[in-house]
């Protein structure tokens, strides 16, 4: 129905209302001009894009897509978030990551909008003995300093301590975690770790220090080991329920051990799956703290982090655009805490200007684009709010498996957590492969020229746990062959487009073919014969109606010049013709293929 405004005036008082089933209709008229013959559910099934954990975006949401209400700011579900205020008051906290100590970089970072540090200590980071240089002249009552010192982490407690007593700082000011997490530990390095020391700290931590927290529930193992977002919730879910088991067999009380921790996720470029992910994840562990007995103490600690699994190595500018998108779905999604990695993440050590874009992407959102200003922006969504729901049910599912299989430790050392990643990541591997899933700058639009990035190397982070993957790791393997060839002979491996007809025939698939070939370091030729050409495959570009025509005596000619492969954009069956490629082929199958075939080694 359409309701008036006071005023009287309704624009769309003379137009009925459209129903579901006629806009259905209209699109299947659309399908059926494509050459689709669907009809009802079937056509916008059409439109649909299938997601991992089985969930599925549809075309258009209505309000009988609705889900559960989902409360209010601060109060239990806290889908809308773990505070009444939100982040109104001044933004999320901004944290910058640390490894290493380079002169200057952590107060550069706090006097330019940083207002938390999360420290890297032992291995893969500073040693212990570093955090008094690292930490000096920072203000501790102000700045929240969360540490990540893995097997390191009692030594690297206690000198945090021992520092805020030297400083004078008033414990009820300390704010930040100690980092304590085992399983997180051993999901990174397969070795376990004892919970007994985290568990004394704990009860220390709750007594002297009220704004502290000791442990971390870290979900970035999973995620950096493939997991969907629903496996990653899964996961977190699990940890998260084992270390409250500890905790309270140590003698704390549920509520008490719910205050010792804080979760931390992974933020992708997939704006509203970050989102759902961040909303669920509150919801989720409102329900733990329910049947816990402690539903007043459900208000999840967000911590999110850009995803380094979404980083490339080539053109890692394009890292700027990722992040920025990964940090607005932080935002709007409720994280308490944004850390935004550099651009050069995956290259190496950032320089200062990476650490000063990185840090300046939450202030241009917080401080220009408002976007703090407003509590769960996009809760009342359809579609996020069905989303939410889809992914929170999807996760609960995986955690009651973890669950059933003995819990998060045990699914660690059986290896089953290991083989569902595994999984998960091998089906999402295909789809990049077949470029269904694009890397801008990588497998989409790459460039040949480009000068790689030199950073210094960063420190080895932990290993021997779960494998840590990169969504450009195929292309890259595939650049390197390239790069090496070029080193040794001074030219990289090369490709001739045989364009046939005129411009209009032929640019779309010479485009397309381009773009497919540099993915593989693999330099197209456009000008000239393909004798002057120096290269030893051809690929012929145009359309059906030339290829018909010229296809079999142009290959015939390309194969009497010396071509010892000739390839076609596109589909069909012609003598002479070698192979095809098209839209959806796998490129890395493809390209490697063709480096084989060329000798690039």
């Not at 550099?342 to 917080?366: E, K, Q």
Request: glycine share 10%; proline share 5%.
């Amino acid at each position: 129905m359409t309701v008036l405004p006071d005023d009287g005036l309704s624009l769309a008082a003379e137009f009925p209302d459209a129903t579901h089933e006629q806009w259905q209709r209209l699109v299947e008229g659309v399908l059926r001009k494509s050459g689709k013959e669907v009809s009802g559910a079937a056509a916008e099934d059409a439109l649909s894009t299938m997601l991992e954990d089985g969930l599925r975006t549809r075309p258009l949401y209505t309000p009988r897509d609705g889900a559960p209400d989902p409360g209010l700011p601060g109060f239990a579900p806290f889908v809308r978030g773990s505070r009444p205020e939100g982040n109104t008051a001044g933004g999320w906290d901004v944290r910058q990551r640390h490894a290493t100590l380079a002169d200057g970089a952590v107060l550069a970072d706090l006097e330019n909008g940083v207002t938390s540090l999360w420290l890297v200590v032992g291995q893969g980071g500073m040693p212990v003995s570093a955090l008094v240089r690292a930490l000096d002249g920072v203000y501790l009552d102000l700045a929240p300093v969360v540490l990540d010192a893995g097997p390191d982490v009692s030594a690297a407690a206690a000198e945090l301590l021992r520092l805020y007593e030297e400083r004078g700082v008033d414990p009820e000011a300390v704010r930040g975690n100690l980092g304590g997490d085992p399983l997180g530990h051993e999901a990174r390095t397969g070795e376990a770790q004892d919970f007994a020391p985290l568990a004394a700290l704990a009860r220390r931590t709750a007594e002297q220090y009220p704004g502290l927290r000791t442990l971390t529930v870290d979900a970035l193992p999973y995620h950096e080991a493939g997991g969907s977002a629903a496996q990653e919730l899964g996961a977190s879910l699990a940890t998260g329920v084992a270390y409250l088991r500890e905790l309270t067999a140590a003698g704390l009380t549920v509520d008490a051990a719910c205050a010792q921790l804080e979760f931390r996720y992974a933020a992708t470029a997939d704006q509203f799956l970050t989102i759902a992910k961040l909303r669920a994840a509150r919801r989720l562990w409102a329900r733990v703290a329910e049947v816990s007995g402690a539903p007043g103490a459900g208000a999840q600690v967000q911590h999110a982090v850009t995803s380094p699994v979404m980083m490339s190595r080539r053109d890692p500018w394009v890292n700027m655009l990722r992040t920025t998108v990964a940090t607005l779905a932080a935002g709007v999604g409720g994280a308490d805490s944004v850390t935004v990695l550099p651009f050069d993440h995956a290259v190496g050590l950032p320089d200062a200007f990476a650490r000063r874009i990185a840090r300046n992407t939450s202030t241009i959102l917080v401080e220009e684009s408002h976007l703090a200003r407003v509590i769960d922006p996009a809760g009342g969504s359809w579609y996020v709010e069905r989303l939410t729901d889809e992914l929170a049910h999807a996760a609960w599912e995986f955690f009651r498996s973890i669950e059933r299989d003995g819990g998060q430790a045990a699914v660690l050392r059986s290896g089953r957590i290991r083989t569902d990643l595994a999984t998960t990541w091998a089906e999402r591997s295909k789809k990049l492969a077949k470029r269904r899933e694009p890397i801008t700058g990588v497998s989409e639009f790459p460039l040949l020229s480009e000068k790689p990035l030199e950073r210094e190397p960063a420190p080895e982070p932990p290993s021997g746990g779960l494998p840590r993957v990169r969504r450009d790791e195929a292309y890259e393997a595939l650049r390197a062959r390239s790069d090496a060839h070029l080193a040794a002979t001074g030219a990289r491996p090369r490709i001739y487009l045989a364009t046939l007809g005129t411009a209009a025939e032929y640019t779309a698939r010479s485009t397309f073919v381009a773009n497919l070939f540099q993915a593989g370091g693999i330099e197209p030729v456009t000008e000239g014969g393909f004798a002057d050409s120096g290269a030893t495959e051809a690929v012929l570009c145009s359309s059906d109606a030339q290829y018909a025509e010229q296809a079999e005596r142009t290959a015939e000619s390309l194969k009497a010049a010396g071509a010892r492969h000739v390839v076609l954009a596109g589909r069909g069956d012609y003598a002479g013709i070698d192979s095809y490629v098209f839209a959806g082929c796998d490129a890395v199958d493809v390209l490697s293929a063709t480096l084989d075939r060329m000798g690039v080694s």
